[in-house]
């Protein structure tokens, strides 16, 4: 029998104690606190699940998560196919490849905080550019620290400008991939350009999609930063996603016993939808 190299463990073990001093640790500390009651002075009482059946039992959860879901829906609705038709509008070659993709990137490189405050600045109805041409040049009235239509609109423009060029980039991965020699036969067989994209690229970009979705699934649906700075979850609550209201609860009001269960629960909602995505994008695939 081949004897088996375990060596590769040592390199192996910076990462395993790097994943659990910033995941495992804190994780047991929110389980810790979601079965808890405490008053201060580190002291702390046993609640059992009491937090949990309170928060199922909760509307104020209820109407946080619906909002979150509807957002992540219309999130995934808008930008996984933009993402696709802006990746089929690129070239794939020339000197125009490298100026495509440096653009597509940029807006992924500022930070979180830093989109929401340009978006806040551009659509402010009385100083924003954008608010004041809708306002003043098109006759609408847009002011999204009034409106919750126009939060919702202003919040998805800004989730849309932000990320759809990681949809852009792994759909370009995955088109350049394609040999030549498939668009050749098609263009011998005289397929039309629809019949080259179904049966051609789009089942070529199949696994890059897939990672596409499942990322933007998993960022949309834990989003804090960039609506925070833009709306902080106004008007009213309107945009108070369940990552904005899970903050409110445990730093605003410090009730860390229904924080810690809110986080479990947010967690294990992230998970199970994730998990039911990759099986339902992969279960055709060959084993």
Known sequence: MKAVNQRAWFFVLPVLLLVAFNALIPLMTVVNYSVQE??????????????????????????????QFLFTAIILAIEVPLGVIIALSMPRRGPW??????????????????????WNIFTL?????????????????????????????TIIAMDVWHWTSLVVLLAYAGLVSIPDAYYQAAKIDGASNWAVFRFIQLPKM????????????????????????????????????????LVKLALGQFDLGPAGAMSLIYFAITLLVSWLFYTLMTKDDPK
């Open 206 to 245: 199949k696994q890059v999609l897939t990672i596409a979705i499942l990322l933007r699934f998993m960022d949309s649906f834990n989003i804090y930063t960039e609506i925070f700075v833009l709306t902080g979850g106004g008007p009213g609550n309107a945009t108070t996603l369940l990552s904005i209201d």
């Open 38 to 67: 405490t008053f201060g002075n580190n002291l702390f009482f046993w609640s059992g699940l009491r937090w949990f059946e309170d928060l199922l039992n909760s509307e104020r959860f209820h109407a946080a998560l619906g909002r």
């Open 125 to 153: 109805p009385d100083i924003g550019l954008a608010g004041y041409f809708i306002n003043e040049t098109l006759g609408i009235p847009y002011d999204m620290t009034q409106n919750p239509m126009a939060a919702w609109i």
């Open 97 to 118: 490849v490298s100026v495509c993709l440096v653009t597509m990137a940029l807006p992924m490189l500022i930070p979180w905080n830093v989109v929401g405050a340009m």
